[in-house]
Each structure stands twice: as C-alpha cells, then as structure tokens.
Antibody, heavy 127, light 106 residues
Framework: QVTLRESGPVLMKPTETLTLTCTVS??????????VSWIRQPPGKALEWLGN???????SYSTSLKNRLTISKDTSRSQVFLSMTNMDPVDTATFFC???????????????????WGQGILVTVSS | DIEMTQSPSSLSASVGDRVTITCRAS??????LAWYQQIPGKAPRLLLF???RLGDGVPSRFSGSGSGTDYTLTISSLQREDFATYYC????????FGQGTRLEIK
C-alpha cells in the first residue's frame, strides 16, 4: 500500500525558511522508475506544482519559484524534504507531496505523472 | 511555461446529468493530460491520464478525450459523490494545473 505523509511546522513568520518532510511507504526512493513531487494549494485556490526529485537525485523546479525552493531526500529514512525560503503571507497554503511514475507519451518517450498523494499539511504564514 | 485554461470555473448540475469540462493548453501537449477530482479538505484523486485512460478504481462514467491542445472530461451520469472540484494537469514538461471547475448540486 502506497502512502505519503507530510509533516512540519503549521505556522511560520514572514522571512522564515519553511522545511517540510514527506515520509513515504509502500515504495522505495531508490526505485529508478519512481520519484516524488511537491504541490501547494492556497486556501480556496488552484493547485500549483513546485518541483520533483528522482532516485538519481535529479530535480526540477517551478520556473517562478526555483530561486526559493530546494528539494532533497534521505533514502535510508524514506523521506523527501522541501525547503522554501523567505516565506510570506501569500505563501499560506496546503502543501502536498505525491508519488510520480512514468507514463508513455506514445512515440515521444515518457513523462512523469503524480498518482498517489499525501493528505497535505496546511502552513500558515503570519506575523 | 505551458498555460492551462479550464472551463467553466463552476457548474451546477443534477444527479443523473451528463457534464463536460474542457481544458485548453497553450501549446500541443501530446495527450500528456490528467484529470483530478478534489473533495474539500482532501487530496486530489487521479481520475484519468494520457487524456483518456482511467485511473485505478475510477468508475467508467468518467471519460476523457482530446488531442493536441484541447481536452475534455465527461461524466456520463452524475452521482452524488461526484460533486467536487476537478482539475486538469499537463505533465508534458514542467507540470501545470488548470484553475479548477467547481461542480455543484443544482
């Protein structure tokens, strides 16, 4: 059974650095055919993809947020981390982690799809 | 970045209705399109991927179609548990989501 669980602070002050942990089970972070993404959702708003990480430690980040984000992992503990610097009240959101797996694009190779999601953690930024 | 334009933003319908939600990408995404259902306070649930393939355990009343830049999600006969918010997502390069469609009971 695949599960993901987000943990970390629920209240942050402006300018602080957020660090969240995603603990996974039911799959291995060493599996070359799997990875983990981070996505956020401000209250009442749409989902926003933040970035992902793969077994070989390759990472991709949102174009608009890449200067503030760092994703890393501890394979031995089955954990993936998201760090976001300089938090602001507009960053108040539920943060989700999700497993990603390859999906064929037909004759054009494959790309990565979020299939299993964690329940999310609401992080509020306020002074 | 590829932009996803989803419509309508909200929709009222009755149990048993057939409903369609559309999603348009700012460039060809080669069917790298997924649909998610989100109930308030819950994580998104994968409904369809590759534009038309059902996710695990998803009822057959959900279907998807489209190609190139234009895609649709159809629910053939609405059930009470289908009233939720639906998001399209492309995963062609860096993923991106549509703005969501809130499906409400009429």
């Amino acid at each position: 059974q695949v599960t993901l669980r987000e943990s970390g602070p629920v209240l942050m002050k402006p300018t602080e650095t957020l660090t969240l942990t995603c603990t996974v089970s039911g799959f291995s972070l060493t599996n070359p055919r799997l990875g983990v993404s981070w996505i956020r959702q401000p209250p009442g708003k749409a989902l926003e993809w933040l970035g992902n990480i793969f077994s070989n430690d390759v990472k991709s980040y949102s174009t608009s947020l890449k200067n503030r984000l760092t994703i890393s992992k501890d394979t031995s503990r089955s954990q993936v981390f998201l760090s976001m610097t300089n938090m602001d009240p507009v960053d108040t959101a539920t943060f989700f982690c999700a497993r990603i797996r390859p999906v064929s694009l037909g004759g054009n190779g494959y790309n990565w799809l979020e299939d299993y999601w964690g329940q999310g953690i609401l992080v509020t930024v306020s002074s | 970045d590829i932009e996803m334009t989803q419509s309508p933003s909200s929709l009222s319908a009755s149990v048993g209705d057939r409903v369609t939600i559309t999603c348009r990408a700012s460039q060809d995404i080669s069917n790298a399109l997924a649909w998610y259902q989100q109930i308030p306070g819950k994580a998104p649930r994968l409904l369809l991927f590759s534009a038309s393939r059902l996710g695990d355990g998803v009822p057959s009343r959900f279907s998807g179609s489209g190609s190139g830049t234009d895609y649709t999600l159809t629910i053939s006969s609405l059930q009470r548990e289908d009233f939720a918010t639906y998001y399209c997502q492309h995963y062609y390069i860096l993923p991106g989501f549509g703005q969501g469609t809130r499906l409400e009971i009429k």
